[in-house]
């Protein structure tokens, strides 16, 4: 299995704080591997650096053999690497289908002048930009609310919004995360059923969550982390079972892991 | 519903033919060019979300290019270095205030880039500012005070056969009517474009927007270079129309005018520069046919800018549309073009 | 030199008001992040306060000066509460639209009520100035000094030794967090703007009778504070201070030596320039941008 990712040897500082310290793993090419770990162990600030929006304070982030480090998150997109984001992140003031449409930014390459000049060459890509944004809607299950405002959806729908928006930017490898928080057990079912359909598209997934339950149901392995470094990696059996982890955890998340 | 557009314009086209009066015809053409300004305001306040506030800066670099152009001048650049240009035809000169105030909007879609929020807003109106001062100071090229007059106006056409002259009212008039026609549609094809969800992606959520690819920096140059160039195409108009310009083209209050106009129309529409042009290019003619005093009537537009602010944050057209619809939206949602739907499978 | 020295002379006491003018700002802006267009118009009001209690009521010119003071703190208190209160959480565009709307109000109002033409006001210092070896000072400009240092020594005072300035400075470093250990938002906002409002009209009350005294007179104060503002740092008093000698400096040198005309062009390129370089400002208490 070649690997997709390399993440070697980071460490992310936030003021005096080293949020992540000499992290270094890899993810595989078609894989689904979750980073779990407490509040604050660092997961949110690894997306961050790998996607451009953080500066890290040392170490090498390689996509296919390309450096991530230095590049704007909008550059890193268009390579194929796409994120959602922790808090609930939409477009609120547009539709859901005006969502999707900003989603497919990377699909479509107008020039301006074309553009302005009104050549045809634009209508007709606009109208397979339209075709492409309901077959995203359609993946997800949302069509039935094209039309409606993002700010009124239930927040279930908003989350699956969300990673419309992401899928439809084509990524080859897809950062989640914590996409399932604040859903209810049915809705968390839907969306590992909705992940594995992601899967069959070929692209290779990294997920932040905490949902034991799903975390162990989707991944092919788990990597924990615990205060900037990572403690454990393997199977998602081995990591359940790992003492490390468990100290780590403590308590309600090991009960509820275990059902 | 274009029935009623081609009705409009040709209600627009028809006006000069019946209206006698000059001074209405006078005031209709500054009204156009306010609104070709407002709408160029639009695109950058209203759709991309960028705060500048100096946005009379490009008008008056329009206005002020396009003049010196087409008069012919002379300046010192250094004690012993003389920089000429002969006059030069006027349309020529229009087109040299258009790329100069493009120009500038490419520098400050630059800057816009690493300097954002609040600063932004500073920095846009230090720039009108400093603009200003050098017009007023630097004499010898734009006459400071004194000002730019004789400015020659607009001739068209093919030497020898004919000529179209923009020296009377109903020729410009129909001159800030077709150009406005023009910028109209230039703009509503930009923001009904990828451009255009680009632009309001990054109004709405900037770092959602990168996160699926888009370029912040493209964008913003982008919309700022459209915005500054129509807001010169304005400028020149109006020097040639009224052929004498000087510093005060640069005042803040008229950057105050157009987002007056934008803000209260409704920012992010396009048919709010429109509503809002109208509304503050007939306001001060109706305030001063009531006889009330200059300073009163402003003291109106500020409370009125404050209090649609507070009751329709989103402008006239905004609320108006929602009121005829019975629901929540905000600005033009980056509309689609005209494919059916397709069914569902 | 002795131009030099002269140019230096009143680049100093020109400084110590434009101190009074950033410090005002950097407390509203930094603290509420308000664009307050207002803050020139406060300058003018001072000023026009100070032609109203000695030039119409025929009022004590030491007595002028505090009363003045008092005013532009009540009305940059009304201001707050009736204008920037509801609009507390709203984005900033907003609030800007609404001080750009009061700030026409009231330069219009003024313009009004006083009528365009320039205001004098007498002041009872004796005209001839204090020579001091090769420069020379009026006593008026003199005086000027004196109690812009003594406002600036107070500005200073109040916001670290007392309790309202504790709470002024909680809340510019977090604002939730001030929130929840009791700090009334509100009132601090209130007393925010106040107190920055008064410190404009003290500028104006002081310069007024130095300068004249007409309607616009406030926009170039306006830009020149968010100069200062910018160039000392958001936040932070003495970055205010310093950032308000510094543009003195540059502009009494640069109307001496360059050409008077862009005397007034030197806070903007300031701006501009340091907006690219140094976003922060000399001497930013919080890195943020925008």
């Given amino acids: ?259 | ?345 | 030199m002795d131009q030099l020295l002269q140019h230096a002379l009143n680049a100093l006491i020109l400084g110590g008001t434009y101190a009074l003018l950033g410090i005002g700002l950097t407390l509203i802006f930094g603290i509420m992040r308000v664009v307050n267009f207002t803050h020139g118009e406060l300058y003018a009001f001072g000023a026009y306060m100070m032609y109203m209690w000695v030039m119409v009521l025929g009022a004590n010119f030491y007595l002028a000066l505090p009363l003045a003071v008092l005013l532009g703190v009540v009305l940059g208190g009304i201001i707050e509460i009736v204008l920037l209160r509801r609009l507390r959480g709203a984005d900033i565009d907003t609030t800007m639209l609404v001080m750009i709307g009061a700030w026409i109000a009231m330069q219009n109002s003024e313009q009004f009520v006083w009528s365009g033409v320039a205001k004098s006001i007498d002041t009872p210092f004796p005209s001839s100035p204090l020579v001091l070896g090769a420069v020379s000072v009026s006593w008026n400009r003199l005086f000027v000094f004196v109690v812009a240092l003594a406002l600036i020594a107070g500005s200073y005072a109040m916001i670290n030794r007392t309790k309202l300035g504790k709470a002024m400075r909680a809340t510019f470093q977090d604002r939730e967090t001030a929130a929840l250990m009791g700090v009334k938002i509100d009132t601090i906002h209130t007393a925010t703007f106040a107190i920055g409002s008064g410190l404009a009209a003290a500028a104006g009350a002081l310069l007024g009778p130095v300068f004249v005294v007409y309607p616009t007179m406030g926009d170039l104060a306006s830009l020149k504070a968010f100069a200062i503002v910018i160039l000392g740092g958001l936040g932070s008093i003495p970055g205010a201070t310093i950032g308000g000698f510094i543009l003195a400096f540059m502009e009494e040198l640069g109307a001496g030596y360059v050409s008077s005309g862009y005397r007034d062009a030197m806070g903007f390129l300031l701006i501009i320039a340091i907006l690219l370089i140094k976003p922060t400002g000399l001497f930013a208490q919080k890195e943020r941008i925008g």
């Fill in chain 2, 1 to 345: 519903m274009r029935l009623a557009t081609y009705a409009w314009l040709a209600f627009l086209l028809s006006v000069p033919l019946w209206m006698t009066d000059l001074y209405v015809l006078h005031v209709l053409i500054i009204t156009g060019i306010f609104m070709i300004a407002a709408m160029s305001l639009n695109l950058l306040l209203g759709y991309t979300g960028q705060l500048s506030l100096g946005h009379v800066a490009f008008f008056g670099i329009g206005a002020y290019t396009s003049s010196l152009v087409s008069l012919g001048f002379e300046v010192h650049v250094l004690p012993n270095t003389m920089v000429s240009l002969a006059a030069k035809p006027v349309w020529l000169g229009m087109l040299c205030g258009i790329v100069m105030a493009g120009l500038c909007g490419w520098v400050i879609g630059r800057i816009s880039f690493k300097v954002r929020g609040a600063y932004f807003v500073i920095v846009t109106v230090s720039f009108a500012e400093v603009i200003r001062l050098v017009a007023l100071n630097w004499v010898e090229l734009t006459q400071g005070p004194m000002a730019l007059n004789n400015i020659p106006y607009l001739r068209l056409g093919v030497p020898g056969a004919f000529e179209i002259s923009f020296l009377r009212k109903p020729a410009n008039y129909y001159l800030v009517l077709v150009v406005g026609i023009v910028c109209y549609v230039l703009i509503r094809r930009l923001v009904q474009s990828r451009a255009g969800r680009a632009m309001i992606a990054l109004r709405e959520n900037e770092p959602l927007a990168t996160s699926v690819g888009v370029d912040v920096t493209r964008f913003l140059v982008l919309a700022t270079v459209v915005s500054a160039a129509m807001a010169g195409a304005a400028g020149a108009i109006y020097a040639h129309y009224v052929r004498i310009v000087d510093p005060d083209v640069f005042l803040f209050i008229y950057t105050v005018t157009m987002v007056i106009m934008v803000v209260t129309g409704g920012k992010g529409t396009l048919a709010g520069p429109i509503v809002g042009g109208v509304m503050f290019g007939l306001l001060p003619e109706i305030l001063r046919a009531a006889q009330i005093k200059p300073e009163v009537q402003w003291v109106i537009y500020g409370v009125l800018m404050i209090l649609v602010v507070y009751f329709l944050p989103q402008g006239i057209v905004p609320a108006v549309r929602n009121w005829w619809n019975g629901r929540q939206t905000a600005s033009d949602p980056p509309a689609r073009g005209r494919a059916a739907a397709e069914p569902a499978t």
């Fill in chain 1, 1 to 259: 299995m070649t690997a997709v990712l390399t993440v070697t040897d980071l460490s992310i500082r936030f003021g005096g704080l080293l949020a992540v310290e000499a992290m270094s793993f890899e993810v595989r090419d078609g894989e689904v591997l979750s980073l779990i770990g407490p509040n604050g162990a660092g997961k949110t600030s690894a997306f961050n650096a790998i996607t451009g929006y953080v500066e890290p304070a040392g170490g090498r982030i390689a996509y296919l053999g390309t450096s991530l480090i230095g590049r704007t998150p909008n550059a890193i997109a268009e390579l194929g690497v796409v994120r959602t984001f922790q808090k609930t992140s939409v477009f609120t003031g547009l539709t859901v289908f005006d969502n999707v449409m900003i989603g497919l930014h990377l699909r479509s390459r107008q020039k301006p002048i074309a553009i302005l000049l009104g050549l045809p060459s634009v209508a007709r890509e606009e109208r397979e930009l339209e075709h492409a944004a309901r077959q995203t809607l359609q993946v997800l299950g949302l069509e039935a609310r094209a039309e409606q405002a993002a700010s009124a959806l239930p927040y279930g729908e908003l989350r699956l919004l969300e990673v419309a928006v992401a899928l439809a930017a084509k990524p080859k490898l897809l950062l989640l995360d914590e996409p399932v928080s604040g859903m209810n057990p049915a809705e968390t079912a839907s969306f590992m059923k909705m992940l594995a359909r992601i899967r069959g598209l070929g692209i290779t997934v990294l997920l932040v969550e905490h949902d034991m339950k799903m975390v162990m149901g989707v991944s092919d392995r788990v990597i924990c982390l615990n205060q900037g470094r990572i403690i454990a990696s393997g199977a998602p059996a081995e990591i359940q079972r790992n003492p490390e982890v468990i100290k780590a955890y403590l308590g309600e998340r090991y009960v509820r892991a275990h059902g």
